[in-house]
């Protein structure tokens, strides 16, 4: 064997060696127990940053937790584990800046008038499981360029928005439950960032989902995370009839279905723009697939307003006010799928202006109701 050989050799004996000790090397472990006195914070506040480490946390914790510049860092809720915002405190009971991976899991999250958790700063790879939120202020806030994955959180809060995302965040979102406390609560807010969705139901909010400043909201199975999926439905529900509209994307923003939407009972009755889905100033809407359900709205079914447009197929069924509507230099396509949609029962089904189109009539099952000049059977107009 020549000298070479044997000094490669010892170098991929080296490399494996500590590889091996790496990964056989333990987490740090310890234990906080508010419930004897103890502190979340003062725990923090002894740890090496960026040393792997699982904080075990017991009882309720009364104060304003600040996990700053972490890296590798577990919170773990033992079984009835709850962060509380302090009543002398305007800070959240949680709140998370340029760290990176960190996971939160097994709270309660008790808010009164902060967000219950922040995310800022830049954090990537913050994930969020099993947590029970509620509160008086947005359940979690999302800010500043940050990237965050939740999954299997429930939160009733009455804030401005149960999940609020801003300023080029990314957030993956699966398998929740958002309950809006509030009468002019938002289920999720977006501005300027993007968020994928499946799995998750919200009940009784202002506005399901409102994107604006350019935002993208993705509707795709991902299966990003170890349990298996109950649905990959996202469902809007408005029993309380305090919502305005289901989904609403506006300034330029945009709205992909892959993954089935169900919204029911939206609106309002005296219709205006309120309804299902309002896709305004500039925005777009993709739909394809059949995977749009709209029923009941006591509002509008999908409004496309002021140079906007969507495409969609599936069902708008029952709506109060118009099924589909196009106005101020805007159009809706309905798209080609394995069956046709089925626009129908509706006050008026198809209703454009006269700078407005509605095109693909044709993928409509049986006859629907029109006030509208400019309508297309085809999803195009003749082309060369």
Same mark, same amino acid.
């Given at each position: 064997m020549t000298k070479v050989q044997r000094e490669i050799l010892f170098l991929l004996a080296l490399g494996c060696a500590v590889a091996t000790a790496n990964a056989s090397t333990p987490s740090n472990v310890v234990n906080v127990d508010c419930n004897q006195g103890q502190s979340v914070n003062q725990a923090l506040a002894k740890l090496d940053k960026h040393t792997p480490t699982t904080a075990l946390v017991n009882g309720t914790c009364t104060e304003s937790v600040s996990v700053v510049g972490f890296e590798n860092l577990t919170?773990?809720?033992?079984?009835?584990?709850?962060?509380?915002?302090p009543s002398t405190s305007g800070n959240s009971p949680l709140t998370i800046l340029s760290s990176r991976s960190v996971l939160v899991i097994n709270f309660s999250v008790q808010g009164t008038t902060a967000s219950a958790i922040g995310i800022g700063h830049g954090s990537s790879d913050i994930l969020l499981r099993e947590?029970?939120?509620? @509160?008086?202020?947005?359940?979690?806030? &999302?800010?500043?360029?940050?990237?965050?994955?939740?999954? /299997? #959180?429930?939160?009733? &809060?009455?804030? /401005?928005?149960?999940?609020?995302? /801003?300023?080029?965040s990314d957030v993956h979102f699966e398998r929740c439950q958002l309950v809006a406390a509030g009468n002019y609560t938002e289920g999720i807010q977006i501005g300027a960032s993007h968020i994928t969705m499946y799995d998750v139901t919200i009940?009784?909010?202002?506005?399901?989902?409102g994107a604006f400043s350019g935002s993208i909201v993705d509707m795709w199975f991902y299966s990003s995370y170890y349990k298996q999926a109950n649905s990959t439905d996202i469902i809007i529900l408005n029993p309380a009839g305090?919502?305005?509209?289901? &989904?609403? #994307?506006?300034?330029?923003?945009?709205?992909?279905?892959?993954?089935?939407? #169900?919204?029911?009972?939206?609106?309002?009755?005296? @219709? @205006?723009?309120? @309804?299902?889905?309002? &896709?305004?100033n500039g925005s777009t809407m993709n739909a394809s697939g059949g995977n749009l359900l709209i029923t009941g709205s006591h509002g509008q079914g999908v409004v496309a307003m002021n140079n906007s447009h969507a495409t969609l197929s599936g069902t708008v069924h029952g709506s109060a006010h118009g099924g589909l509507v196009a106005t101020n230099l805007s159009s809706i396509d309905v798209a080609t799928a394995s069956t046709l949609s089925t626009v129908g029962a509706n006050s008026v089904d198809l209703f454009c202006d006269a700078n407005s189109w509605i095109t693909g009539t044709a993928n409509i099952s049986g006859a629907p109701r029109t006030q509208c000049a400019n309508l297309v059977t085809t999803e195009t107009a003749a082309l060369p």
């Open positions: 919170l773990k809720g033992l079984p009835g584990a709850t962060l509380v915002q947590l029970n939120i509620t @509160g008086g202020g947005p359940a979690i806030t &999302v800010f500043e360029n940050s990237q965050v994955s939740i999954a /299997y #959180v429930k939160a009733q &809060v009455s804030g /401005y928005a149960i999940l609020a995302i /801003y300023d080029s009940t009784d909010a202002f506005v399901g989902i305090t919502n305005n509209n289901g &989904v609403q #994307v506006d300034e330029g923003s945009t709205l992909n279905i892959g993954s089935r939407l #169900v919204i029911d009972k939206a609106g309002q009755t005296w @219709g @205006g723009t309120t @309804g299902a889905v309002l &896709v305004s």
